[in-house]
């Protein structure tokens, strides 16, 4: 799908501009809202940009301007004369939905295959691997630093597991190459953002191995931490990152489900597959989304309800394919 460059969105009537992405944050939500801002803040330094986001996770604080995020969705200048929304549809925003339907003009760049569209301007592109691919796609390559280079590619690493998910295709690799040779440590990055845990990170990780659940004749794995567990390590939800793909690589299992109680009944869910099962499919029908083979929602009762309701959707993807 084609789409119009950054470039030519920006008129002489664009004073303000507003950029949002999904609740709960990754590391490409976080890097396609913060790479916009930071072109606009080296390119138009005339333009008042602000970005809406839960709490940038301090692994990624590093991202030129994450200090300046607004995590509220209400602190904005009002009406919008340009408002992005990167990585999700408009009602994945949060708070800053309303930002959104209010605003002059109304841009939607995203890779989820359950989003429509919900702008005057769409670039939804499903078989990109990321939307920080997309985000560099309309940007002017002579107009980036090494800051917009090095957060388009964090968050590129993010959604393709460093390259290794099926998303990732040739077009993702050139796009990598082409950002790498702006001349940031990408060897560092991603040690930094992928691979090194906290001690704490480590230890919950181990916790949920220990005491996950194999069932479907070992097919489908299912871990858990509760609100007490994070409470007792003094963890934030963010210290929970990597492992359901780190229950996804267990031998023999083709889709895992990892959940984390965010309240008192209410989880949020983590689907992996290897491919075999659409765990995007299942997410919808709980009210979330993603892609064949990472997929989320949020779900309420006690965990064991939780999976139990997935385990019927998954059990029937699997009857499907004998």
């Known amino acids: 799908m084609s789409f119009t ?26 890097g396609a809202a913060l790479a916009i801002w930071q072109y606009l803040d080296k390119n138009y330094p005339d333009i008042q940009a602000d970005v809406f986001l839960e709490e940038v996770p301090e692994i990624y604080s590093f991202m030129k301007g994450s200090e300046l ?9 009002g009406v919008y004369d340009l408002f992005f929304a990167v990585d999700c549809e408009k009602s994945r925003t ?17 890779h989820h295959v359950s989003n429509h569209g919900c702008g005057e301007e769409n670039y939804l592109e499903p078989d990109a691997g990321s939307c920080c691919e997309l985000i560099y796609e309309v940007m002017d390559p002579a107009k980036l630093d090494v800051h917009i280079a090095e957060t388009l590619y964090c968050g ?4 393709t597991g460093v390259f290794k998910y099926s998303a990732t295709s040739p077009r993702t690799l050139r796009t990598a190459a082409d950002l790498i040779s702006y001349g940031f440590d990408f060897n560092d990055l991603i040690d930094r953002t992928f691979y090194r845990k906290t001690y704490v990170q480590n230890q919950l990780l181990g916790r949920v191995l220990m005491e996950s659940t194999l069932f ?33 690589l267990t031998t023999g ?11 008192s009944m209410v ?19 709980f009210g979330g989304g993603g892609h064949v083979r990472a997929a989320g929602c949020t779900m309420n009762g006690t965990s064991h309800d939780c999976v139990n309701n997935l385990s019927k959707y998954i059990a029937e993807q699997m009857q499907g394919l004998g």
């Open 94 to 110: 949060g708070a800053a939905e309303k930002l959104f339907d209010m605003a002059k003009k109304r841009v939607n760049i995203d």
């Open 216 to 248: 479907m004749q070992g097919r489908c794995i299912a871990g858990i931490v509760t609100r007490k567990t994070l409470d007792f390590y003094n963890a934030q939800a963010s210290d929970l990152e990597g492992i359901a793909s780190q229950l996804m």
């Open 267 to 285: 989880f949020k869910v983590s689907l992996r597959s290897n491919g075999t099962i659409d765990v995007a499919r299942i997410a919808q029908i």
């Open 5 to 30: 460059k950054i470039d030519d969105l920006i008129t002489d009537q664009v004073k303000t501009v507003g950029i949002a992405g999904h609740v709960h944050p990754d590391a490409d939500s976080i």
């Open 156 to 159: 590129i690493i993010g959604d």
């Open 253 to 263: 299992v083709c889709c895992a489900i990892f959940l984390h109680e965010q309240e």
């Open 69 to 77: 995020v607004h995590t509220d969705g209400v602190s904005g200048t």
